[in-house]
């Protein structure tokens, strides 16, 4: 299934901004800043990418839902579909 910005929507949004989330953490690090400072961020770097993850898997549900009610096959299977959610738990 090709993505598009239509499609994942929020999820892009969220990477963007958990790209400078990360980033913000390679500064800390580089500074030499407090571990648990740095470690609190990068845990909520590591949620954001976990929830872009899902919004993406939740999108493609949805959009592979829509074609079939459409009576037209959907991109990916529910297999497949449950495999990359699998792999982001």
């Known amino acids: 299934m090709e993505m598009s910005p239509e499609l994942v929507g929020d999820a892009l949004t969220r990477l963007r901004r958990a790209q400078g989330q990360l980033s913000g953490v390679i500064s800390m690090i580089e500074d030499g800043e407090d571990c648990a400072a740095t470690l609190t961020q990068l845990a ?18 949805r959009h592979c839902q829509a074609a ?7 991109p990916m299977t529910e297999a497949e579909l449950e495999k990359l959610f699998l792999a982001l738990s």
């Open 68 to 74: 079939r009610e459409r009576g037209d096959e959907p």
């Open 44 to 61: 909520a770097v590591s949620r954001a990418l976990d929830r872009a993850g899902f919004k993406i898997v939740a999108s493609g549900m």
